[in-house]
């Protein structure tokens, strides 16, 4: 029964995917709830139904105690068998009716509605440009795709659970009223009115007080995360006081976004019990004055008292329903500021798999200042011939590492084209641009996942025996079988920790080494691919590098110049310029810039006074 409803939606079914979402509440709801508009019908029918048992509960409660004005053996007679069918429907059929409309909403909306909220939601963050991810805290991203989905689902919840119930129970109560003395739906109509007014009112007030208060929750999981993922640095300059205060800023701020929120809630309690006092004096009162006249039966002031009791309970339940509801939706809007961000890097239409057949790189007229009048590149040219190996120098900031960016496509150059073998990296797809080009990275940080796994991200497919391979070439084998973490693994199925951080600079380096290794693509990116390393170690996989290089394509940035020295060339950047070119022995011959870099190391990297210049 249970597994009949949870499968009644497909949380994983196929989509359209779009690189711009709807950026209205409603509209983006709607693209999620398409899957499960034949549920909702289902649901809000029986939400109906439910409702109208209710009421006619109520009202045969009325009829009941008019019949037991007889004798007892009179009303066994006359109404034995209507009382013992009523009898029968309210202990199995009644069950059965609320069953498929607790399972509706509990194990066919709830937990599939949820699933598929966020699994829709990570697949377009995932899709987002790398700048994208860098203008914000990955700890505010996360926050907003984990509590998106549950609220969204809380508010169908409400909708189903509460509002299309209460609105059929108000129906049947004003029906019920009207049947038995049409002035007995005067009060009624009176509180409704001022309900609906009190409704309103809240409602105008609780969506911005919400979302402002979701916003601040997510700044205060920000600030949290960031100050974990860095500890290192809190640790290192003894700021866990300032990070403190960093996080207590956003928590204080958090909490009077809440107190502001609780007023509201404070107010319309206190309305409410008001007016739930107008509904039951009005309409009891009303009623007991219809009886003490002779125009309503005892079962009338019966079901009527009943109905208004039952009103009365059920307006503050309404009231926190629709509260509720207003309040998931503005976390909702909350997290569409994440979730319905356009997709503004993406393929172009029609765009085709990269043709890799030779690996010549062509860079025509390339500026990109990252929206800024100055740093970056500014209109370089530089062809680099198949299996040519290229060496780039040159001081922080002058656009060697945005060089590499634009290259593997984490930015749209603001101007001039990228070609490899022909075809504007533009125009093909990213996924296979990136899977032709293998990149180690100065930054060498993991996945929070185990050594293999880690080092097959470059290659899934590969075997057991590659993989070692890979490992044995980066001169990280040794060291990964004395490996353990606190679960007990060992080797390569232990964990690297978030970011790899259980391990040392140059362990992570040569991990990330095996990876491109074992990816061997036909271009390399190297970013600093040894800087982490010791001298000893960087020896015994200097030639491992280098047999790495052998008919490929690669691009090599280096502050330690002596590993770049026997490349086919060498180019110089400066503040966004090629400045000088040409072969180790070449570029010393000319007294340069690269020259003077050469003169002034000290122990192979640039010395920091000539940085500074």
Not at 214 to 226: I, K, L, M, P
Not at 301 to 328: D, E, H, P, Y
Not at 480 to 507: C, F, M, N, W
Request: hydrophobic fraction near 50%.
């Amino acid at each position: 029964m249970f597994k009949f409803f949870e499968n009644l939606v497909d949380p994983y079914c196929k989509y359209t995917e779009e690189a711009r979402p709807p950026t209205r509440l409603w509209p983006f709801l709607r693209a999620y709830m398409s899957p499960f508009r034949r549920v909702f019908w289902i649901t809000g029918l029986m939400s109906i139904v439910v409702a109208a048992i209710e009421v006619g509960l109520i009202y045969y409660m009325g009829r009941l105690v008019d019949i037991l004005a007889g004798s007892p053996a009179e009303v066994w007679a006359d109404y034995g068998l209507e009382i013992g069918l009523v009898a029968v429907f309210i202990l199995f059929l009644r069950p059965i009716i609320q069953a498929v409309d607790v399972m509706l909403l509990n194990n066919a909306i709830l937990p599939n509605f949820g699933t598929l909220i966020r699994w829709r939601a990570h697949r377009h963050v995932l899709n987002q440009s790398v700048g994208w991810f860098e203008n914000d805290f990955a700890g505010r991203i996360a926050n907003r795709i984990m509590q998106t989905p549950p609220a969204a689902g809380e508010a169908v919840f409400q909708i189903f659970d509460a509002i299309s119930f209460a609105l059929a129970y108000v129906v049947g109560a004003a029906l019920l009223l009207w049947g038995a003395d049409l002035r007995l739906t005067i009060p009624l109509i009176v509180w409704l009115g001022l309900y609906l007014l009190l409704v309103r009112w809240t409602m105008a007030r609780v969506g911005p007080a919400s979302k402002a208060a979701s916003d601040a929750r997510s700044w205060v999981t920000g600030r949290v995360v960031d100050a974990y993922t860095n500890i290192h640095s809190v640790k290192l300059f003894a700021h866990s006081k300032r990070e403190i205060d960093y996080a207590g800023e956003a928590i204080e701020h958090a909490r009077r976004t809440f107190q502001a929120e609780m007023r509201i809630y404070t107010i319309m309690d206190v309305t409410l019990v008001a007016l739930n006092g107008l509904l039951i004096v009005g309409v009891v009162g009303w009623g007991i004055l219809l009886w003490s006249t002779g125009q309503a039966s005892v079962g009338v002031v019966a079901a009527a008292t009943a109905l208004t009791l039952r009103l009365n309970a059920m307006t503050g339940w309404i009231m926190w329903a629709l509260t509720s509801f207003f309040r998931q939706l503005g976390v909702v809007a909350e997290g569409m500021e994440t979730i319905a961000q356009p997709i503004e890097l993406v393929d172009a239409p029609g765009a085709k798999p990269l043709d890799l057949t030779a690996g010549k790189i062509e860079i025509r007229d390339l500026s990109h200042h990252f929206g800024r009048e100055s740093g970056g590149l500014d209109h370089v040219s530089l062809t680099i011939e198949p299996g040519e190996k290229i060496g780039l120098v040159g001081r922080s900031g002058a656009g060697k590492s945005t060089l590499v960016k634009l290259l593997l496509r984490f930015y749209d150059a603001e101007g001039g084209r990228i070609l490899i073998d022909g075809q504007d990296i533009s125009k093909v797809t990213q996924d296979s641009l990136r899977d032709r080009i293998g990149m180690v990275q100065q930054d060498s940080s993991l996945l929070h996942r185990s050594v293999r796994d880690n080092i097959l991200y470059a290659r899934p497919d590969a075997t057991e025996a590659e993989m070692l391979a890979a490992a044995q070439k980066a001169e990280a084998h040794e060291f990964i079988l004395d490996l353990a973490d606190p679960e007990g693994r060992t080797g390569y199925d232990a964990h690297v920790g978030e970011r790899g951080v259980k391990l040392s600079g140059g362990q992570r380096q040569r991990i990330t080494l095996a990876r491109a290794i074992l990816k061997d693509a036909p271009i390399l990116l190297l970013d600093e691919a040894t800087s982490a390393l010791d001298s000893e170690v960087e020896a015994a996989i200097q030639s491992t590098l280098y047999g790495m290089m052998e008919g490929k394509t690669v691009i090599a940035i280096a502050h330690r110049l002596s590993t770049i020295a026997r490349m086919d060339r060498i180019i110089v950047l400066d503040q966004g310029h090629i400045v000088e070119e040409g072969t180790h022995d070449a570029l010393l011959a000319s007294g340069g810039l690269y020259a003077r870099f050469w003169a002034r190391q000290s122990g192979g990297f640039l010395n920091a006074d000539e940085a500074a210049e």
